[in-house]
């Protein structure tokens, strides 16, 4: 669900590992040479010219064409393509069948919930020493490695019937006689679930690595009180972390409107599964419109941007002060 | 700060500029690729997009190209083999750089195929020697060439309904049911595999359309008429599979179906029949034989349904094969298209229909020939628009969507009623026939 692409920042991090008294104040340098501060002002956009060329080459082009299709008729291939105004998004607004597939996401909704309390869980028990804690980690992780496509393939097989699931709940002595992905219900339930399997390891990393930036004084301290694993998970990391578990939920939130490939490759979209971007790519590559579904797609980024600055506005993200 | 709007300006600037030079190209109109007097004299190097990336990989193409390479020495033939087809050729399509040689994708709407492609000749001089020229022709042009052809049908295991005591071919859609219940109950195979899962198998059920009426202007009727109205050949097709799953006449897990597997299932007989096309009999042969089962065992029948007593089954191209009109080679190219056709025994390798009117038959229709099936062409002079209603109306016959969704129906995942829902399709269909300009 959640797709990261950046590693939020731990303010706690920096705090802890200097303290400022102890360095030594540099010398004021005297004013450089008019070449050499051109230079010096020059030199960061250097280092960000790369960066910056793909990040415009491959987003900003991309959503300005998406935009710009968005107001035609373009069917994908044409090479004559008609300015049509507004219709695209006058048509996606008073279709409401176009946003009964957003029910689906309740599902991966749900399911986030079920992958951040996981991944929390599993990150604060590590987090302590326990014997295999690294190849743990590494079990964890994993899963978000693997291709997604890949994915879909393995767990197709998974959900099979006398597949690898019912041969594991046949190990435990239950006879399983059900079509995993048969009903719309259990189809949804049981993609969600392949979700969290591949998503869990990042948000569980995302989480390790906040809280090993805890100062461990701060475990000796709260222990010498006499606090308890609980006490210390609810008063020193819950708060330490508090910055990556909203950016978590965030990630949650937009992962789930705009689930994507697990069930496009397993199921299709069929059974009930069809969310909203399954959708997009079917008007876009089976009906030709890719104009309307380029305004589908223009619909669903603002949806997401109101639901970020809506969560932003109800959760401020407030500096972490533990010391 | 002020360095953010600059740069956020340029931005813009960039992204508005990139966004003003697409959906160019193609602009050049009505060029030929004519076929060369002189086969020792055509010289160049030509690509040939294709979707067969089994065959290019196991170098059947290769010995092809050389056999061709034997008529025309100074041609020299490169393949791209494209797995996802249709989704990538249709975006290279919007570049003038598309292969000298490729399948026509299914989104060039017919009426375009001037603009993409080099016309092959006229439609009255063509139509003598090959099939199938009118689903390429556009003003009396034809923009493609199919090296073969095929005709839909239920494969079955012949073994499996010999031992449920079926051995004539059901007549209707009701026999075809009595058929297969008598396969549930005296037998261990699944009466019929949908290949839900694998999606496509589920679009081949439109093929039907012209075998209930047997009337050529099938698909004239689908651009004008209602196909799931009273007698429209979709609502037979549709309301056949509707039973066939409502009464549990299918695999236990649609959902999770396998394509691949479904082939040496069938060969073996733990599969009795599954709706195709001749195209698929020789992969499941080959797969019988890997899987120790008997190939002969792989039969082939038409749709139950009869004209007055007699069956039909409509003949289709496959990807026809069309010269870019931006390649710089089209002679060569033209070359390559007319041999693969006429010598490269490619039809006959995949026991094809022949593009050829006078080649035989294939062997595998054989047993339509002995049983009176009138093989017939339809008229695709509507196809364009038939395209045109299918993505206004969002239905999809191509696709698999609706039919995943009546398959739910009928199995009970979806509440529903298949009147409705077929009416419902009816109604979306006809109400797109309006707003299409035909």
Known sequence: MPQARTTPPSHATEKAARPRAAAPRPPTPRRAPRGVRLWRGLTPWLFLAVP?????????VPVANMLAYSFTDWDGVSPELNYTGTDNYVEIFTRPELFRVFFVSAYYLAASAVQIVAALYFATVLSFNLRFRNVFKGILFFPYLINGVAIGFVFLYFFQDGGTLDSVLALFGHESDRAWLGTETSANVSLAGVSVWRYMGLNFVLFLGAIQSIPGELYEAAELDGANR??????????GIRPVLSLSVIL?????????????????GATGTETFVIQTVKLAFQFNKTGLASAAAVVLLLIILAVTWLQRRLVPDDRVDLV | MNHRKTLTGTLLAAALLA???????????GADAEAADDPAQVSGSITVLTHRTDIVQDGTMKKYADDFNKTYPKVKVKFDAITDYEAEVKIRMNTDNYGDVLMI???????????????????????EKYRFTDFTAVDGKVYGQSPMGAAPGFLYNKRIWAEAGVTDWPTTPAEFLTALKAIKSKTDAVPYYTNFAAQWPLSQ??????SVSCDTEATTRLAEGNPWGEDGELRVADQLLYDIVHQGLIEKDPTTTNWENSKPQLAKGEIATAWLGSWAVIQFRQAAEKAGADPDDIGFMPFPARVDGKACATVNPDYNQAVSIHSQHKEAARAWIDWFTDKSGYAQDNLSISTLKDAPLPEVLKPYEEQGVELIELDDAKGGTVKEIDNASEVGINAPAYRQELVDIARGAKDGDVDDFLDDLGRRWTEAAKTVGS
């Not at chain 1, 609980?230 to 708060?239: D, K």
């Not at chain 1, 949650?252 to 299709?268: A, C, D, R």
Request: hydrophobic residues 40%.
């Open chain 1, 230 to 239: 609980w006490h210390q998970f609810r008063y020193i990391i819950a708060p």
């Open chain 1, 252 to 268: 949650s939130i937009s992962g789930s409107l705009s689930v994507f490939e697990i069930p496009y490759i397993m199921t299709g």
């Open chain 1, 52 to 60: 910056l060329a793909l990040l415009i080459t491959f987003t900003y």
């Open chain 2, 19 to 29: 966004s003003g030079c697409t959906g160019g190209g193609g602009s050049s109109k």
């Open chain 2, 105 to 127: 994708p299914a989104v060039i709407k017919k009426n375009d195929y001037p603009k993409f492609f080099a016309s092959l000749g006229t439609q009255k001089e063509l139509s």
């Open chain 2, 205 to 210: 059920w439109t093929a039907v359309n012209g």
